[in-house]
């Protein structure tokens, strides 16, 4: 079975400092899909990336850059230079790479709080 | 494109009335899913559907949930009775080459 794991349940910091966000997935599969989205406080849920597990380099946009290492089962996140609208709860997730399989399994998400 | 929609945003309703979720996905996209988001259970996928055929259905949690998809633009999910454990947020969304993009939310209150 997939499962996917954010440990950091909150974290809170004071603007511009960084901050990475932990994710850690299993699967039995060799090839997959892992996703980040952002959940602001107006409740919608944002796409930011997809990842195939093909692909190791890590990805860098904006002030966003991702940390993919498929040896330790690691998607982390880390924003650069934080601001208050980064404020919101991040969720990594996981799904197949199988054709038709397109569920997602989410991690229980992290609050971020940056704070001015 | 105005993104996935659904209706209506915010749904009070008494324990045992028949709720319906209406969900608009973008244009072009060829699956759509219905998930729900509750403190408890975090989100949890529901169902999908790939070009209006169910695919997965394994997340729906009993008979009293239905879900269905009758053209390419249009999806329901219907709960009937409601009772006061299927409060939660419900959200729809549709994909394209693996990129799910999510409606608002249909928060669901069941009193």
């Known amino acids: 079975a997939q499962k996917v794991t954010q440990a950091q349940t909150e974290i809170s910091v004071v603007e511009k400092e960084d901050v990475t966000l932990d994710c850690v997935y299993e699967?039995?599969?060799?090839?997959?899909?892992l996703f980040w989205y952002k959940q602001p406080p107006s409740g919608e849920l944002v796409f930011l990336i997809r990842?195939?597990?093909?692909?190791?380099q890590n990805e860098i946009s904006g002030r966003y850059s991702w940390n993919f290492q498929k040896s330790t089962s690691s998607f982390n996140f880390t924003i650069t230079a934080s601001q208050v609208v980064d404020s919101a709860v991040y969720f990594c997730?996981?799904?197949?790479?199988?054709?038709?399989?397109?569920?997602?399994?989410f991690g229980q998400g992290t609050r971020l709080t940056i704070n001015p | 494109d105005a993104g996935v929609i659904q209706s209506p945003r915010h749904e009070v309703t008494e324990m045992g009335q028949e709720v319906t979720l209406r969900c608009k996905p973008i244009?072009?996209?060829?699956?759509l899913f219905w998930y729900r988001q509750t403190m408890m259970r975090g989100l949890e996928l529901l169902i999908y559907?790939?070009?209006?055929?169910?695919?997965?259905d394994s997340g729906m949690p009993e008979d009293r949930f239905s879900a269905k998809m009758p053209n390419a633009s249009f999806s329901t999910l219907k709960i009937q009775p409601s009772e006061p454990r299927d409060s939660a947020v419900y959200f729809c969304?549709?994909?394209?080459?693996?990129?799910?993009?999510f409606g608002q939310g249909t928060r669901l209150t069941v009193v």
């Open positions: 990842r195939n597990s093909f692909d190791e």
């Open positions: 244009s072009g996209h060829d699956y």
């Open positions: 699967t039995r599969d060799t090839t997959y899909y």
């Open positions: 997730a996981l799904s197949e790479a199988r054709r038709g399989a397109q569920k997602l399994v």
């Open positions: 559907f790939n070009n209006n055929v169910p695919i997965d």
């Open positions: 969304a549709s994909s394209e080459d693996r990129k799910a993009f």
